[in-house]
């Protein structure tokens, strides 16, 4: 049973640009959330998608966006990139009728120069 | 809007020894209550969670929390730690209603030493 991917595993990207970051829930999810975890601090929440719509948002600016698609994949988009953006980026899935129960995947780092 | 303060940014300990990861966490509304843990390099992974009844919950690698509702705590406590339990540790919180925004403390660092 395949859990929760991400991808790429690491990027670097400079100042002002736009990245696209990739994940695959577990198998039989259909619910995907994302997290912003600063290094030494706990994940922040940024938004949740479910049924290809974003269901809720967290404190983040409308540079970060997202995406699901008819498989259940999500994509978390950022533009204009700032270094404060430098984080590892969590995907989480979860189901019906455990929704409160989140998998996560083993996120991709972000780092901007 | 719920908040969580894990009161140790570190804490060391020796092998065999016990050890108490101490939560506590903020909210107006009925919560759920979660302990994660993340080894270096890989992301969370689910240790054990309080949802309702019985208020200690435990985990399948010896790992309990007991949830506290007037003290508002969740302490995470393991009564004989090993090398492998080093890891961050972070204790989260969600609205009962509303449990797809999990709330997450700061993290406690366990280290544990031979």
């Known amino acids: 049973d395949a859990g929760v991917t991400q991808s790429p595993t690491h990027l670097i990207k400079t100042r002002g640009q736009q990245v696209t970051l990739r994940c695959s829930p577990k198998?039989?999810?259909?619910?995907v959330s994302w997290y912003q975890q600063a290094l030494g601090q706990g994940p922040q929440f940024i938004f949740q998608y479910y049924e290809e719509e974003e269901r809720q948002r967290g404190n983040f600016p409308d540079r970060f966006s997202g995406h699901q698609f008819p498989n259940y994949s999500s994509e978390l988009n950022v533009n204009a990139l700032l270094l404060g953006d430098s984080a590892l980026y969590l995907c989480?899935?979860?189901?019906?009728?455990?929704?409160?129960?989140?998998?996560f995947g083993p996120g991709t780092r972000l780092t901007v120069t | 809007a719920q908040s969580v303060t894990q009161l140790d940014s570190q804490v060391p300990v020796f092998e065999e020894a016990p050890v108490e990861l101490r939560c506590n966490y903020s909210?107006?509304?009925?919560?759920?209550l979660f302990w994660y843990v993340q080894y270096p390099n890989q992301g969370l992974q689910l240790l054990l969670k309080?949802?309702?009844?019985?208020?200690l919950v435990e985990s399948i690698n010896g790992f309990e929390a007991e949830f506290n509702k007037s003290q508002t705590s969740f302490h995470l406590r393991k009564p004989s730690v090993h090398i492998s339990d080093t890891a961050e540790y972070f204790c989260a919180v969600s609205a009962s209603s509303n449990t797809g925004k999990l709330i997450f403390g700061q993290g406690t660092t366990l280290q544990v030493k031979p």
């Open positions: 989480a899935s979860s189901a019906l009728p455990q929704p409160y129960e989140q998998y």
């Open positions: 309080y949802l309702s009844g019985s208020t």
């Open positions: 198998s039989g999810h259909d619910t």
């Open positions: 909210s107006s509304v009925s919560v759920y």
